[in-house]
């Protein structure tokens, strides 16, 4: 499993769940968004323990992995326009070109963590040649 096994950008934000470097079993969940002028981010443990390197306007480096996974994804320009970062700089860390005012958020991680476990289940569907409903959303055009 990478780094960020999981990114996504949704409701306004770029998040997801990121490993501990330093405990295996440990997850962190981080995000960050753009709301009235201001980019703010949160990070902590998926049962709501805040990490200790994201604080006031401080990225942490969970909150680094899972901006280098999200561009590395999606691309660079679709994240910053994502975030409505103002004259992107595509050769640096996407957390540079954060010129608007960083701000630690206080949002639970409770919905992204859900979300992740939610998509974990569908690597636990049976085997089907048969249209899942449960993967509707699953874009058919093109699969042959």
Known sequence: MGKVPYV???DGKVQGVVSS???????YVSWVSFTDGEHLFGCSTNNNRP??????NHLC???DSLLAEAVTMYG?????????IESP???THLRFSLTAPCIAGSRSASSIFSRFL???TYLEQ????APVPELHWFPTVGVK
């Not at 470097?21 to 997850?27: E, K, Q, T």
């Not at 049976?126 to 040649?129: F, G, H, I």
């Open 51 to 56: 990490c200790g390197g994201a604080a006031g």
């Open 21 to 27: 470097g330093s405990d295996i079993a440990r997850v």
């Open 89 to 91: 700089n595509p050769d």
């Open 126 to 129: 049976p085997v089907a040649t």
């Open 118 to 120: 939610r998509y974990l």
């Open 61 to 63: 480096k969970h909150l």
């Open 8 to 10: 996504e950008l949704v």
């Open 76 to 84: 660079y320009d679709r994240v910053a326009r994502y975030l409505k």
